[in-house]
């Protein structure tokens, strides 16, 4: 399974994409971030981002994707930026027609450190450690990609897999149900 990670945010948005499966090695594909002058309009660095998302989307063709959930902070212009980016990887899978995972920044922390309140470095250090890689993703919003596909592949991958066969079984219901009505 190859699953893209985005680790929303309007200044920096961390995107990182590996491969693997549940009881075998990951392998990191591609690990990077975007950036958008804070200067700018809104529009042009949503712009900016959905571009780069998309490219990324064209590049390495990801069977699933997910992005960290929003949550409420007490600064509410940060929290509206990283809202509004993180929709960008949503409306992208929803296009390609790909499996989109929210997770909780608590459990993307618990399944790459083995704790939810793990810190930055810890769940730096984690990725580093998976992913078998010489040196660290910085900056942290590229390790954070890296840690929500890490994330995503062992938590989510099982539920993608019971989605896609229940959908299968619907369709040959559905099929069954067509042929025996003619």
């Known amino acids: 399974m190859r699953v893209l990670g985005v ?10 994409v590996v491969d693997g499966g549940v009881g075998s090695p990951l392998r990191l ?3 990077g971030v975007v950036r958008t002058p804070s200067g700018d309009p809104v529009q042009e660095r949503l712009l900016t981002i959905q571009t780069e998302i998309d490219d990324w989307m064209r590049r390495y063709e990801p069977d699933a994707v997910a ?6 902070q007490a600064n509410l212009a940060s ?19 790909l ?9 993307v922390k ?5 704790s939810g309140r793990a ?11 998976i992913l078998r890689l010489d040196t660290q993703p910085t ?26 066969a229940a959908a299968a079984q619907r369709r040959a219901v559905a099929a069954r149900r067509a042929k025996v009505g003619r």
């Open 79 to 97: 929290v509206m930026g990283t809202a509004q980016a993180s929709a960008i990887p949503m409306l992208a899978a929803a296009r390609l027609g």
């Open 110 to 114: 618990a399944a790459v450190t083995g």
């Open 7 to 16: 680790d929303p945010g309007l200044t920096r948005c961390g995107i990182g």
């Open 139 to 164: 900056p942290a919003d590229a390790a954070d990609a890296l840690a929500l596909a890490i994330c995503h592949v062992w938590r989510g991958g099982a539920e993608d897999r019971l989605q896609q």
């Open 29 to 31: 594909v591609a690990v």
């Open 119 to 129: 810190d930055k470095a810890q769940v730096t250090t984690m990725v580093t450690r």
């Open 99 to 107: 499996p989109l995972a929210l997770h909780t920044p608590t459990e």
């Open 67 to 72: 992005v960290e959930r929003v949550f409420s």
